[in-house]
Nanobody
Framework: QVQLVESGGGLVQAGGSLRLSCAAS????????MAWFRQAPGKEREFVAG????????TYADSGKGRFTISRDNAKNSVYLQMNSLKPEDTAVYYC????????????????WGQGTQVTVSS
């Protein structure tokens, strides 16, 4: 079993930045593919960014390309999402997700989830 705890959400003005963190436990972190998803009110949970177990592969949804950066520190059992140039449409609950190895894009490819952290971007 994998436990994931997100932090770093909050209220920020449009154009601002936030860095989300996700701490993992319960499994050897370096064997996990990690991702960030988000869910806005009334919308489906959507993929934001993903990173492979070794960090060599990273992928982003079009909505975050050029603004968001996913990274991981296997020594700290953590994955991060640096979000710059935030827009009101980025407002959502952001979830950290994990899977065994690999890199996936779909929600059902990730069996492990955190509780989410709220990001609110004001205009």
């Amino acid at each position: 079993q994998v436990q994931l705890v997100e932090s770093g959400g909050g209220l920020v003005q449009a154009g601002g930045s936030l860095r989300l963190s996700c701490a993992a436990s319960g499994r050897t972190f370096s064997t996990l593919g990690m991702a960030w998803f988000r869910q806005a009110p009334g919308k489906e949970r959507e993929f934001v960014a993903g990173i492979s177990w070794g960090g060599r592969q990273r992928t982003y949804a079009d909505s975050g390309k050029g603004r968001f950066t996913i990274s991981r520190d296997n020594a700290k059992n953590s994955v991060y999402l640096q979000m710059n140039s935030l827009k009101p449409e980025d407002t959502a609950v952001y979830y950290c997700a994990a899977r065994d190895y690999g890199l996936g894009f779909a929600r059902d490819e990730y069996p492990y989830w955190g509780q989410g952290t709220q990001v609110t971007v004001s205009s």
